[in-house]
């Protein structure tokens, strides 16, 4: 997947191009023009990959080659077999995966959201916001195989209630023990419980909200409460040891939903069921059943009536990693497009050589560098918000199916084969469009975000 090191400056012209060192080629003319003039307007033939790191601050260049290095490594190798293994039992790790999880635990990637000595996270990175440095690993991870990547970051994502918390003892209770217990190689996976089987879009939208009745609840008893009811497409949840489970109180509406820190081995918990899934097949979507399960008070995370708030703001968080996912998939279009092209001849030369091929691999290059931006821009904050956060998510999903059909009309028949990986891409992007609210729903979101600002356009 890596270009192959070979010395640019030398390569021969495309056809319908000049070479690099003719004199009219864009290296050469920058070549012509004073030191000072090539600083401003200087040409180089690095790749674009290359060109977008040289942008980033010195500390996440290191994290982006670092993710890189570990997905071509690590994830690629498992990449296919993966995503073709039988559908198995609710619960059960097949071997590929269990050494995933411990090779990514012992290597920091799922201890990377705190800063070391809390986490894996170097203090020269944390500088930066947790929500940039989650896009640069998972693009590079879903470039690779979206099931590994989320498998892994779906991890994230069940932890997240319990940082914005903002509760250092909280933090240190339940997130501390189990970072250790990764960085032994031991998994200790966390998943977020929101969705109900009557219940998807419902619990991302208020509007949607203020009209459902809940289907977990949570009942009072002597020290803490009782959970019954049903969550169902929990990624990771038939693997997790901790989920934090929201759930409505007794006799009130979505007003008083609140966050539950549940152990997998409370009584009256368990995975029912994972679904065969079309993509991202890897990473189970597990539904859980709560039949009594007994929460104690210690376990309430931000307290009571408080989950609405760490749901929305998690979901702040978690979209534009969302729409990092379409960027690696899209670049992951881009490149197998690229290589067949070079590798596939059609009238006694490659494909590249041709001016519509040219053509659409520029419009794919060009789609997915900007969806790229637009995702570096929007997680370029600590606090992220709601309107910027799913422009993101549901613009670079959509661009990043458009990036993956050019793909497919260009690689024809070859496009279906499972072993050219654009299938798989194919079937891996397209949840990206569903989950964490669809694109509807974060359509919707946007405008709700910004409606003041309609609203007095409107009075004016």
């Known amino acids: 997947m890596n270009m192959p090191e070979v010395d ?15 004199p009219l080629s864009a290296r050469s003319a920058a070549s012509g023009l004073s030191g000072l003039t090539r600083s401003v307007v200087g040409y180089a033939p690095d790749s674009l990959w290359e060109i977008e790191t040289a942008r980033l601050p010195s500390a996440l260049q290191a994290l982006r080659r670092k993710a890189r290095a570990f997905a071509e490594r690590t994830l690629a190798p498992r990449a296919l077999e993966v995503d073709a293994l039988a559908h198995w039992p ?3 790790t097949p071997a590929p995966l269990a050494s995933l999880l411990e090779e990514a635990g012992r290597a ?8 070391w000595p809390l986490g894996s996270a170097p203090l020269g990175e944390y500088r930066h916001p947790l929500v940039l440095r989650a896009c640069l690993k998972v693009e590079e991870f879903s470039r690779v195989c979206g099931g590994q990547m989320l498998l892994l970051c779906a991890h994230t994502l069940g932890i997240a209630p319990i940082l914005l918390t903002g509760n250092p003892n909280t933090i240190r209770r339940f997130v501390l023990p189990a970072f250790r217990a990764l960085q032994r190689g031991e998994p200790h996976l966390f998943a977020f419980a929101i969705t109900e089987p009557g219940a998807g879009s419902d619990v991302e939208d208020g509007m949607g909200a203020a009209q459902l009745q809940p289907g977990v609840v949570a009942s009072r008893v002597d020290g803490g409460w009782q959970l019954n009811g049903r969550k169902c497409f929990i990624s990771g949840g038939d693997l997790a040891q901790s989920l934090t489970v929201f759930a409505a109180l007794e006799g009130e509406g979505m007003a008083s939903w609140t966050c539950f820190l549940v152990n997998r081995d409370m009584p009256g918990f368990r995975p029912v069921r994972t679904e065969l899934k079309m993509g991202m097949r890897a990473s189970g979507a597990a539904e859980l059943e709560f ?16 989950g609405w708030s760490l749901n929305r703001e998690t979901l702040n968080l978690s979209r534009t990693p969302v729409a990092a996912m379409a960027v690696g998939f899209a670049q992951a279009a881009t490149d197998i497009a690229a290589d067949f092209a070079c590798r596939t001849q059609l009238g006694g030369k490659a494909l590249v050589h041709y001016q519509d091929v040219q053509l659409t691999l520029a419009q794919m290059m060009a789609e997915t560098s900007a969806i790229r931006a637009l995702v570096w821009q929007s997680a ?31 690689l024809g028949n070859h496009a279906l084969l499972h072993a050219n990986r654009l299938e798989k891409v194919y079937r891996d992007c397209r949840l990206t469009q569903i989950f964490e609210g669809t694109n509807q729903i974060n359509r919707l979101s946007v405008v709700e975000d910004f409606q003041e600002t309609l609203l007095a356009r409107a009075a004016g």
């Open 380 to 410: 370029k904050t600590w606090a992220p918000r709601q309107g910027t956060a799913s422009m993101a998510k549901f613009h670079a999903t959509d661009v990043a199916m458009r990036v993956i059909a050019l793909a497919q009309d260009l």
């Open 8 to 22: 640019l400056t030398q390569l021969p012209a495309l056809e319908g191009h000049v070479a690099g060192t003719h």
């Open 90 to 92: 609710v619960g059960a």
């Open 291 to 306: 039949d009594q399960v007994f929460v104690p008070d210690s376990h309430v995370l931000g307290g009571l009536r408080k």
């Open 108 to 115: 920091g990637w799922l201890t990377d959201m705190l800063p």
